[in-house]
């Protein structure tokens, strides 16, 4: 980190004396940070409550680094307000201290507002290139997936049909098994019927031969 940089992130964040954490030096609630892009509705999933981080810190401050006007500005106005803070006196009176320093630099109250809205319309930028770049990545490690999943649901649902199709013809395939195997019993029952009575009637004519037989060789002499 260069030295104008480690300066600059030290106008916006003080050390704890206990812990050595970093903490910004004005206090503001942190807020999870909304994305312009609508969250895809299969992705159900609720972002974590944003915190402060050094990683981040570090690239907005090179962002202003970068883009650091000549002179005395914003930051410069800024570190002179980090130095009053240390000091027993009000906001007010921080306030027009600091602003006492910038006088005698000849610069004007409306140049120090300037000059913070040009390195608030710098992190702005830094915001939007930001913004483009986890756009790209949910449609990379996101959009991607959702595709793999709605294809998988439209394959389930595909096969989901076909396997009501097949149940429906199974069943079909059952009633007319069901039909086939009534039809064998009432054609077993015809053709064994019909045996018996072969069998029945072959016996009887057999009966009644042989006792002619028998009578014919008794009477016939």
Do not use: W
């Amino acid at each position: 980190m260069s030295d104008f940089l480690s300066k600059l992130k030290g106008i916006f964040i003080v050390q704890s004396p206990t812990d050595g954490q970093s903490t910004e030096a004005t206090p503001t609630k942190v807020v999870s940070n909304q994305s312009s892009t609508p969250p895809s509705p299969k992705a159900e999933v609720l972002a974590p409550d944003g915190k402060v981080s050094d990683k981040f810190y570090e690239i907005l401050f090179g962002a202003m680094e970068t883009n650091n006007q000549p002179g005395f500005d914003y930051l410069e106005f800024k570190k002179s307000l980090q130095t009053l803070a240390k000091m027993p006196m009000d906001e007010q009176t921080r306030y027009g201290s600091a602003f006492a320093a910038a006088q005698a630099m000849s610069v004007t109250s409306q140049q120090l507002s300037e000059s913070a809205q040009f390195y608030l319309n710098v992190l702005k930028s830094e915001d939007a290139k930001f913004q483009e770049s986890v756009n790209q990545q949910r449609q990379k490690q996101i959009g991607s997936k959702e595709k793999a999943i709605a294809d998988l649901d439209a394959t389930i649902k595909a096969k989901g049909e076909q396997i009501a199709k097949l149940t429906q013809e199974i069943a079909i395939h059952q009633d007319d098994m069901g039909k086939i195997k009534a039809e064998i019993s009432e054609a077993v029952v015809k053709i064994e019927t019909t045996l018996s009575d072969f069998h029945a009637t072959y016996s009887d004519l057999i009966g009644q031969i042989s006792k002619d037989v028998e009578n014919m060789k008794k009477y016939l002499k």
